[in-house]
């Protein structure tokens, strides 16, 4: 191996560290792994200077196409983030991902989850949210192990309008582990409640939906969970947080965990994360929760103070007990979201759902005026919708490309037989006349 400046060791220490370990060689430190499992050749480039290896990563990051007009949706979403949001995040007080296990040098970091926890359950209406998670497909997943625990039951029916990203990790995490998965299809984009009420008995758990759901369409789910507590399951609905600014939340409709991706709450897109899941439940299931709770209280003086009040996992407890194995919360994309929704504010965040609402209704309105273009499911919608195109939807979205338009996402990646349908979002960072370009484009391509 050539040794470099930034390879904190030489020829003389990898063999002191070898004779310490008994073996002859690098090869022989790993030999005990099967040689169809060792990488033969690590294809690194020659070793360079800081100055050619930053001219070499800026050459590799320019061949992202970074100024193109986005309306990809899809789960993340491309929200404005205000100035102030990186401002105080970045102070050096806050700019770490430390976990806080000891409240007497913590309190600053205590306060803000606790505040981020009380901001997060009074948007989703319900009564508790956990410290954050890693996002929102673990999030569903904790989710549903919630409720099997608390049901001590072992079937869950999740809806196909979940988004196919989640449903995949919750196929995976849940490979291994005795428990009915069972996928429900739609009904003309909407969850099918005579399907879902003609397999629920005393041995379901849970029943998992989305709203919007991943076409977009906003539903209530006030009947189905009627239902569903009727044979003593749970309701498990993962949501779009912005959209509660507009529409009925989670916790009016009788739904018992919310879950979610935080990302839209003032963390970047940053090709893929780190992003912000979030749990919130009822008080009648805290102890069922996984993760971390902090609370509010007071020392012997009086004096207010901030705790770790929850913390029922494996570190902590007897592993057998642990409600997941969560060890480390996101601490600082939930301060993120807390200074967004903090600078947002109540009739700010309204606002913004409304502005997003308005912008994809108008664009709906003008899209569907294209002679073979129309609405996928006629269903209420809140910024993000389905458009049934007279063409392969890849198509119109390689043809916009030339335009500097990401032109939605094709559903056929997810959904069979779906080839013509495209899933377009409209956050507040569209303008009437990049809605404008896209029609434009659009009608001239078909």
Not at 134 to 142: I, M, P, Q
Not at 216 to 233: P, R
Not at 300 to 308: E, F, I, M, N
Not at 343 to 363: E, I, M, P, Q, V
Request: net charge neutral; proline share 4%; glycine share 8%.
């Amino acid at each position: 191996m050539k040794q470099t400046t930034f390879i904190p060791t030489n020829a003389a220490r990898q063999k002191e560290m070898l004779d310490v370990l008994q073996c002859r060689s690098v090869d022989d430190l790993f030999s005990d792994v099967p040689q169809e499992l060792q990488t033969n050749n690590f294809d690194l480039p020659p070793s360079m200077s800081e100055c050619a290896m930053m001219r070499k990563m800026r050459d590799l990051a320019n061949k992202n196409r970074t100024s193109l007009v986005n309306f990809c949706g899809a789960g993340f979403y491309d929200h404005y983030i205000p100035s102030a949001v990186d401002a105080i995040t970045g102070r050096g007080e806050f700019y770490t991902a430390y976990t806080p296990y000891q409240p007497e040098v913590s309190q600053g970091t205590l306060q803000a989850i606790f505040e981020y926890q009380t901001a997060m359950a009074r948007l989703t209406g319900m009564d508790v949210s956990n410290a954050s998670m890693y996002d929102g497909g673990t999030a569903l997943f904790e989710g549903v192990m919630m409720a099997l625990r608390a049901t001590k039951r072992s079937r869950v029916l999740v809806d196909k309008g979940v988004n196919p990203i989640y449903r995949t990790m919750l196929k995976s995490y849940t490979r291994n582990i005795r428990i009915g998965y069972e996928e429900i299809d739609l009904t003309d984009g909407l969850t099918d409640r005579a399907e879902i009420r003609s397999r629920l008995d005393k041995s379901v758990g849970a029943v998992v939906v989305q709203n919007p759901n991943f076409f977009g369409c906003v539903d209530d789910y006030s009947d189905l969970a009627d239902s569903v507590h009727s044979v003593g399951a749970l309701v498990i609905a993962s949501v779009y947080p912005v959209s509660l600014g507009l529409i009925k939340p989670p916790g009016e409709m009788g739904v018992d965990i919310v879950t979610g991706e935080g990302q839209c709450l003032g963390n970047p897109l940053s090709f893929g994360g780190p992003y912000l899941g979030f749990l919130c439940t009822t008080k009648k299931l805290v102890r069922s929760m996984p993760g971390r709770v902090v609370g509010e209280t007071t020392d012997a003086q009086g004096r207010t103070g901030y705790v770790l009040t929850l913390q029922a996992r494996e570190q902590h407890i007897r592993r057998q007990k642990a409600t997941s194995n969560i060890c480390s919360n996101e601490a600082l994309c939930a301060l993120r979201a807390l200074v967004y929704l903090s600078l947002t504010g109540k009739n700010g965040f309204a606002d913004l759902a409304n502005s997003c609402a308005s912008r994809a209704t108008y664009a709906w309105n003008a899209l569907t005026a294209i002679p073979g273009v129309e609405l996928a499911f006629p269903h209420s919608f809140f910024n993000e919708f389905t458009l049934k195109l007279p063409c392969h939807a890849s198509d119109i979205i390689s043809r916009l490309l030339q335009s500097n338009i990401a032109a939605g996402f094709p559903v056929n990646r997810y959904y069979d037989g779906m080839d013509n349908m495209l899933l377009l979002a409209f956050t507040e960072q569209r303008t009437k006349g990049e809605i404008d370009q896209l029609v434009d484009v659009i009608r001239r391509t078909l």
